[in-house]
């Protein structure tokens, strides 16, 4: 094969790729064009958990001249990018299927689902759970003399960092099912060695989120229960010894 033959299938991969990108970032700015006009909306609905628990008289603040206009539109960027979560999955599962076997078609579609819903249940877990419990805490032992006013910025780094990290550790699941499926380990060595995952469990929470104790105890709590629902679906994934995949034509 001549060295023309083999690079045009590259070229055309790169290509390939070069459409998938431009149709995810064309999906997130259309679906950012179309929430700009709520942007103040939505950052006082994330702002409520904490709006709703400060002391009578406090309000959030903004120490940046500019804060009150390009903090509400990153938030409605990332909300964008989150709401076209689903559409960019797609197009990663468009672009790899064509490379996968039978089976791993079968499994990859509904990991690219569960992990989506996963991930938005983290993120809802983290707002209707944990915030309230954490800023119900932390406005509550505020020191006197001292008036409570949290910067808008900080706030919103403050909250994306816990979307992110519940986020994360409700994927929890689908890790497991990948490293059984991949043969990487399997449900009986997984379940013998609990009681290193469950110390684990607390030191990512630690890691992940910030330094108060609710909301380490809140992350790694949800993690070792869903460590156990990754465990339990897992047996059903575990790639049999006998098992010869097919190509996909």
Known sequence: ?????????????LLELRNRLLRCIVAVLAVFLGLIYFANDIYEFISA???????E??????????????????????????????????QVWAFV??????????????LLFSS?????????????VVFPLVFGFFTAISLGG?????????????????????????EVPVAIILLCWTGATDPKSLSEKRPYI???????GMM????????????????????EVGLFFARFYTRKEDEEPEQVE
């Open 146 to 170: 001292v008036e409570f006013a949290t910067d808008i910025s900080s706030y919103l780094d403050f909250v994306l960092a816990l979307f992110f990290a519940f986020g994360i550790a409700f």
């Open 1 to 13: 094969m001549s060295s023309v033959e083999q690079t045009q299938p590259l070229i055309s991969h």
């Open 198 to 204: 469950i110390v684990a469990a607390f030191v990512v």
């Open 57 to 90: 008289g406090a309000t959030m603040i903004a120490t940046d001249v500019a804060s009150p206009f390009f903090t509400p539109l990153k938030l409605t960027l990332i909300a964008a990018l989150f709401i076209s979560v689903p559409f960019i999955l797609y």
């Open 116 to 128: 989506s819903l996963l991930f938005y249940c983290g993120v809802a877990f983290a707002y209707f």
């Open 49 to 55: 958990p904490l709006v709703d628990r400060l002391p």
């Open 97 to 110: 299927a064509p490379g996968l076997y039978k089976h791993e078609r079968r499994l990859i579609m509904p």
């Open 208 to 227: 992940l989120t910030p330094p108060d104790m609710i909301s380490q105890t809140l992350l790694a709590i949800p993690m070792c229960l869903l460590f």
